[in-house]
């Protein structure tokens, strides 16, 4: 665990805190916290023992967040291959139950940010896995819109637990410079889910039974596979490195001691009003409420409208369900290919405006082009091409998981941002309007002044956190105290963030 430098190994490490000042501080600390790194004394982390340290975090950590979110995904988007397997009656009121699920999300997902905080977060996160799998099997007597609409709203409810919580767990889990490849791994799930729901629906379209629909079954197959991952999840997930008993002791030590350099935050129960007014004065995070209300619109109806504008390009029903399996490749694709570029060349948001260049290339392809059997492939591949959203979309939350330090100014922030995430999803679906098919040029006319809106604000985003970084490097400068500072903070980086050297990453 500690011992001799090595000579040809990068290695990291960071003064632990003098005990006296922990004596003074220990009020403000999270205890359980406090009584590990008080234990680690001073301790190295080369880079043989990160990575295995990485590995095992993976194990469990990682396997969890992608299989819940590509469940959670799956279950979700269930109702768009629903729709044309005889459940949709009415255009109108198939985006209204693409919508009402996000009223559950609104409702739920500042107690959600709030319970995270104060409850185990792995029992708590099986919890509603569990009761969202069950909500999902009860679509089974979903006959009319009135009780669709009631299990949409409890899905919601159910679900928000994910985004925030996979936030929370990863700056909780991992170093910085991991977590927009983390971020990248769970939310691309999105991208898996439309392969292997396309596979669902492909096989479940050939179900011809006078007792069963195709689209009862499912759901029912869905909810049943969700409730047993539940079960997996209670088992398998830690509730934090303190209290991950499938590691040993000194594991569990320097897990803490790898992150401890993220200044953003492991656990701290203890809810501080100061972290939410300064959520609230900080402009960044307004940045990030407004892209994401933006960039949401057309996520949020392209998302659920995929499967209907496919078939209204002039393809089978189950030629839909197979192409959705294209979508979800590509999804995968530009999600990986975004986390790696940022990573590889240390650029976020240069890489957000590259991201949105297809999607205005192909929204506007989609605009020109009238539906014909010649067109209808090209249309296609525009379409894809409007998919790039993603990285954009899954960049933004790395932003914010990498550049918000204190527990409960990441809880209220989180909570921001995807109360936001469901304002635009909720906003998205409207935007197709059933008097505009087949070609939802209105709708499309909406997409691409959002590309334009979400263009300004990134640029004013990223010239914010430079302008940030700049006045903390000459308040470095004029401040001789600036390192001693840095030091007294070294064990209050570990709950409530940020000093002197913390750099925000754009």
Request: aromatic share 12%; with cysteine; proline share 3%.
């Amino acid at each position: 665990m500690s011992g001799p430098k090595p000579t040809e190994q990068h290695v990291e490490r960071v003064a632990s805190p003098d005990p006296d000042i922990l004596q003074d501080k220990h009020t403000a600390v999270d205890e359980e916290l406090r009584r590990y790194v008080v234990a680690a004394g001073s301790v190295e982390v080369d880079e043989a023992t990160s990575k295995r340290l990485r590995r095992l975090i993976d194990k469990r950590v990682l396997v969890v967040m992608t299989g819940t979110y590509f469940l959670q995904s799956l279950d979700k988007n269930a109702i768009s291959f629903a729709a044309i397997m005889g459940i949709q009656e009415d255009a109108h009121l198939y985006s209204w139950l693409h919508t009402v699920i996000y009223f559950g999300i609104l409702f739920a997902e500042y107690p959600t940010n709030l319970l995270v905080q104060k409850l185990p977060i792995g029992k708590y996160l099986a919890a509603n896995i569990f009761l969202w799998g069950l909500t999902l099997t009860m679509n089974v007597f979903g006959f009319n819109f009135a009780i669709l609409c009631v299990l949409r709203v409890l899905l919601g409810i159910f679900e928000a637990v994910s985004q925030p919580t996979f936030l929370l767990l990863s700056s909780m889990w991992y170093k910085r410079e991991e977590q927009a490849h983390i971020v990248a791994y769970w939310y691309g799930m999105n991208g898996v889910q439309g392969i292997v729901g396309g596979l669902f629906a492909y096989g479940m379209s050939h179900v011809h039974s006078p007792v069963v629909k195709s689209w009862q079954l499912l759901f029912v197959l869905l909810g049943c596979i969700t409730c047993l991952w539940s079960i997996f999840v209670l088992w398998w997930m830690p509730d934090s490195p303190m209290r991950a008993k499938c590691y040993s002791e000194e594991d569990r030590i320097l897990i803490i001691e790898r992150v401890r350099a993220n200044q953003t935050g492991i656990q701290n129960r203890k809810f501080k009003k100061g972290h939410v007014q300064e959520a609230i004065r900080d402009p960044q995070i307004w940045l990030y409420i407004l892209i994401q209300i933006i960039i949401q619109i057309p996520t949020g109806g392209l998302g659920s409208y995929s499967t209907i504008l496919i078939k209204n390009f002039g393809y089978t029903e189950l030629q839909t369900e197979l192409l959705s399996m294209v979508n979800g490749a590509v999804q995968c694709v530009v999600l990986l290919s975004a986390a790696w570029l940022s990573r590889h060349y240390n650029q976020t948001i240069l890489f957000q405006f590259a991201f949105l260049i297809p999607n205005i290339a192909g929204t506007a392809v989609l605009m020109a082009v009238p539906i014909s059997s010649s067109t209808k492939v090209g249309l296609l591949i525009a379409y894809w091409c409007t998919l790039s959203f993603w990285g954009t979309t899954v960049l933004l939350m790395s932003l914010l998981s990498r550049n918000v330090a204190g527990q409960t100014k990441k809880s209220v922030s989180t909570a921001s941002l995807f109360l936001a995430w469901a304002v635009g999803n909720m906003i998205g679906p409207q935007v197709f309007q059933s008097k505009d098919a087949p070609r939802y040029f209105t709708c499309f006319s909406v997409h691409m002044g959002c590309y334009i809106v979400i263009i300004i604000l990134l640029a004013l985003l990223r010239w914010y956190l430079k302008w940030q970084n700049m006045k903390r490097d000459q308040l470095q400068e004029n401040d001789p105290r600036a390192s001693e500072l840095n030091l007294d903070n070294a064990f209050d980086d570990l709950t409530d963030g940020e000093n002197l050297s913390f750099r925000y990453k754009y």
